[in-house]
C-alpha cells in the first residue's frame, strides 16, 4: 500500500521537480543511492523494474526509505503492463511510470489513487493519457521527440499539461534550464545523476551534492 496520497505525490513532484532514476540489483548500493539523494533534497525515488528479482530489492528499498528517509516517496519505473504495476503497487509503490502508454495501467493505479505517469511521444498519446486520468504525463525519450521546443509547443494550446521530460536530461544550469523556462513540471534523471564509477566508488557524498547542484538550478529557473 502507498504511505502518501495521490495529490502529497504530485505536489512534491512538482515542489522538487526532479526525480532520479535508478536500478541497480545490490540491495546495500540502491540503499545507499537512496540515502544519499535524500540528504541532497530529493524526495522522490523512481526505481526502474529492469532486472531479475527487481521487486524483492524494491520491496527492501521501500520498507528502508520508511525507516531512514521517511519523507522520501518511493515509485516504480519501466512498467508497461497491469500485472506488473499490480504488482508493484501491493510492494508499496506511490507513483508508477512506464516507457508507454497502457490504459489498462492506469485502471490499476487509478482504483489505488496513485498517480500512473506513462510515456507519450506525441500531443494525441498526452491527450489520450490525460483522458484516462494521468495527471503528470511523461515526455519519452524527450530528446528525440523534439525537446525543450516540443514542450513548449505543447504546453501553448494545452496549457493545463503537466509534464515530466526523462531522457536528454542533464544535471547542468544550461540543460535544466532549457527544460524548466521550456514548461515541464519535473525532470527524470539517470545515468548522468549517478555515473558508474562513482558507483563503483561508493562516492555517496557525490550524488547528494550533484543532487543538491540540480535542484538548485531548477530553483533558479523558476
Given at each position: 500500500?502507498?504511505?502518501?496520497?495521490?495529490?502529497?505525490?504530485?505536489?512534491?513532484?512538482?515542489?522538487?521537480?526532479?526525480?532520479?532514476?535508478?536500478?541497480?540489483?545490490?540491495?546495500?548500493?540502491?540503499?545507499?543511492?537512496?540515502?544519499?539523494?535524500?540528504?541532497?533534497?530529493?524526495?522522490?525515488?523512481?526505481?526502474?523494474?529492469?532486472?531479475?528479482?527487481?521487486?524483492?530489492?524494491?520491496?527492501?528499498?521501500?520498507?528502508?526509505?520508511?525507516?531512514?528517509?521517511?519523507?522520501?516517496?518511493?515509485?516504480?519505473?519501466?512498467?508497461?503492463?497491469?500485472?506488473?504495476?499490480?504488482?508493484?503497487?501491493?510492494?508499496?509503490?506511490?507513483?508508477?511510470?512506464?516507457?508507454?502508454?497502457?490504459?489498462?495501467?492506469?485502471?490499476?493505479?487509478?482504483?489505488?489513487?496513485?498517480?500512473?505517469?506513462?510515456?507519450?511521444?506525441?500531443?494525441?498519446?498526452?491527450?489520450?493519457?490525460?483522458?484516462?486520468?494521468?495527471?503528470?504525463?511523461?515526455?519519452?525519450?524527450?530528446?528525440?521527440?523534439?525537446?525543450?521546443?516540443?514542450?513548449?509547443?505543447?504546453?501553448?494550446?494545452?496549457?493545463?499539461?503537466?509534464?515530466?521530460?526523462?531522457?536528454?536530461?542533464?544535471?547542468?544550469?544550461?540543460?535544466?534550464?532549457?527544460?524548466?523556462?521550456?514548461?515541464?513540471?519535473?525532470?527524470?534523471?539517470?545515468?548522468?545523476?549517478?555515473?558508474?564509477?562513482?558507483?563503483?566508488?561508493?562516492?555517496?557524498?557525490?550524488?547528494?551534492?550533484?543532487c543538491r547542484e540540480a535542484l538548485g538550478y531548477i530553483q533558479a529557473a523558476r
Amino acid at each position: 500500500m502507498a504511505r502518501f496520497t495521490k495529490l502529497q505525490v504530485l505536489n512534491t513532484i512538482s515542489a522538487t521537480g526532479m526525480i532520479p532514476v535508478f536500478y541497480h540489483k545490490d540491495t546495500e548500493v540502491a540503499r545507499q543511492v537512496v540515502k544519499a539523494c535524500y540528504e541532497g533534497g530529493v524526495r522522490a525515488f523512481e526505481f526502474t523494474n529492469r532486472g531479475d528479482f527487481a521487486q524483492e530489492v524494491f520491496s527492501d528499498l521501500v520498507k528502508f526509505a520508511a525507516k531512514e528517509c521517511p519523507d522520501m516517496i518511493m515509485g516504480i519505473g519501466s512498467i508497461v503492463d497491469a500485472g506488473t504495476a499490480a504488482m508493484y503497487l501491493q510492494l508499496g509503490a506511490n507513483f508508477v511510470v512506464g516507457p508507454l502508454f497502457n490504459p489498462e495501467v492506469a485502471k490499476v493505479c487509478n482504483r489505488r489513487l496513485v498517480p500512473y505517469s506513462p510515456g507519450c511521444g506525441s500531443v494525441s498519446e498526452i491527450g489520450f493519457a490525460q483522458e484516462a486520468g494521468c495527471d503528470l504525463t511523461k515526455v519519452f525519450p524527450a530528446g528525440n521527440v523534439g525537446g525543450p521546443s516540443f514542450v513548449k509547443n505543447v504546453k501553448a494550446p494545452m496549457p493545463w499539461s503537466m509534464i515530466m521530460v526523462t531522457g536528454a536530461v542533464e544535471p547542468t544550469e544550461e540543460n535544466l534550464s532549457a527544460w524548466f523556462k521550456a514548461g515541464v513540471t519535473a525532470v527524470g534523471m539517470g545515468s548522468k545523476l549517478f555515473p558508474k564509477e562513482v558507483i563503483a566508488e561508493k562516492n555517496w557524498k557525490a550524488i547528494s551534492d550533484k543532487c543538491r547542484e540540480a535542484l538548485g538550478y531548477i530553483q533558479a529557473a523558476r
